[in-house]
């Protein structure tokens, strides 16, 4: 199991950046693909980003392309989310997630294939 802690939200107002960290132990993180989602009040967790390793894929919601950026450090043990731009509709809790390389799964986009979850920071964009 890997410990996942995010930090970095906050509020900021319409046009602004914040970036987002979320420090992984427990495992080897460069075994970890990891990925970024959103919660909004009343919906659903959607997928934001994700990199399977360093140099690796990476993979963008379409809402955020151009805007947000994936990273990550292995020496860190930590995923970082860069976010731009960052309109209202950004509101929500962020939360990184974990799934291992060595796992099949049909898509790196999807919650349920991630095996481990942060707690979540909220970023709160203002207009």
């Known amino acids: 199991q890997v410990q996942l802690v995010e930090s970095g939200g906050g509020l900021v107002q319409a046009g602004g950046s914040l970036r987002l960290s979320c420090a992984a132990s427990?495992?080897?993180?460069?075994?970890?693909?990891m990925g970024w989602f959103r919660q909004a009040p009343g919906k659903e967790r959607e997928f934001v980003a994700a990199?399977?390793?360093?140099?690796?894929?990476?993979y963008y919601a379409d809402f955020v392309k151009g805007r947000f950026t994936i990273s990550r450090d292995n020496a860190k043990s930590t995923v970082y989310l860069q976010m731009n731009s960052l309109k209202p509709e950004d509101t929500a809790v962020y939360y990184c997630a974990a799934v291992s390389n060595r796992k099949i799964i049909a898509t790196i986009k999807s919650s349920y294939e991630y095996d481990d979850w942060g707690q979540g920071t909220q970023v709160t964009v203002s207009s």
């Open positions: 427990g495992r080897t993180f460069s075994d970890y693909a």
């Open positions: 990199k399977r390793r360093s140099g690796g894929s990476t």
